[in-house]
């Protein structure tokens, strides 16, 4: 399927419409950003290794009967998808306590979270993308709640898949982020899933070989996500 014309740029990904209205391709950039976008960077070959690493993720969810909006790769970094009605919600489970929430609760990083937790926050980048409740999302009409509970269904089964998926390749599975749109009134799994949009640490070193490479200055960032997909079995 053809792409047609740039529907929307966003921080890493630029989304275009095709000759189908049901679908869209996603074009995977080099851009790389964090801190709500104010440090870029460009970094050679992100863009092909997150498509990449994003379609077998996505494959391994739909062989576990996860619904995802991911069709096929169309090139080293073009994916065509299903157009789906974004819920404008982010879905996060944390298996291992890091990042934001040692920020607010004022954790020691590394603390094992069980039960994982879940939480929800709001997309809106001029608000720096508060965290909301269940009933937030519902009283201001964010999501209808059976298919709130079709996502946090969802976001959970995913962490049983991947955490296991990770672990074979001796990976821990910190935490992770992801969003659902509507397919036909389906909950749909969008998005992207790669290393820009979760944790992954070393099992024995604990070294982080995922975005906080890039946030914290550690360099080495790609070769890190590339590292990671091959322990799990992605061909670059
Ligand atoms: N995350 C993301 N996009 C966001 C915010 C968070 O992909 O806009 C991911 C992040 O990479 C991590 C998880 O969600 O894997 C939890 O992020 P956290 O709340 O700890 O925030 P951060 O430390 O990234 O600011």
């Known amino acids: 399927m ?81 157009r789906l009605d974004m819920i404008p919600l982010e879905c996060v489970v944390r298996n291992i306590a890091a990042g ?3 920020r607010r609760l ?26 909301v409740n269940e009933y937030h999302a519902r009283s201001f009409g964010w999501v209808e709640e059976k298919d709130l509970e079709r996502m946090k269904e969802l976001t959970f089964r995913v962490n049983d898949v991947l955490k296991q998926l990770f672990l074979d390749g001796g990976l821990l599975l910190v935490d992770y982020k992801l969003e ?16 820009d949009g979760c944790r992954l640490w070393d099992k024995d070193s604990r070294e982080k070989l995922d975005k906080d490479r890039f946030r914290q200055g550690l360099g080495g960032v790609v070769e890190a996500y590339e590292e990671v997909g091959r322990r799990i079995g992605v061909q670059f």
């Open 2 to 82: 053809e792409k047609r014309e740039l529907l929307y740029s966003g921080k890493a990904k630029s989304v275009y419409t095709t000759d189908d209205p049901d679908y869209m391709v996603l074009e995977f950039r080099n851009d790389t950003s964090a801190f709500d976008g104010k440090k870029v960077e460009q970094l050679d070959r992100k863009g092909m290794v997150n498509n990449k690493f994003n379609a077998f993720i996505m494959s391994q969810l739909a062989a576990a009967g996860i619904p995802t909006h991911f069709e096929r790769q169309l090139s080293d970094i073009e994916s065509l998808v299903k």
């Open 100 to 102: 934001s929430l040692c």
């Open 106 to 131: 004022g954790v020691e990083e590394g603390i094992d979270l069980l039960p994982p937790t879940f939480e929800l926050f709001l997309k809106n980048d001029a608000l720096g993308d508060p965290m």
């Open 180 to 195: 659902f749109g509507l397919f036909r009134g389906e909950v749909v799994l969008g998005d992207e899933f790669s290393p």
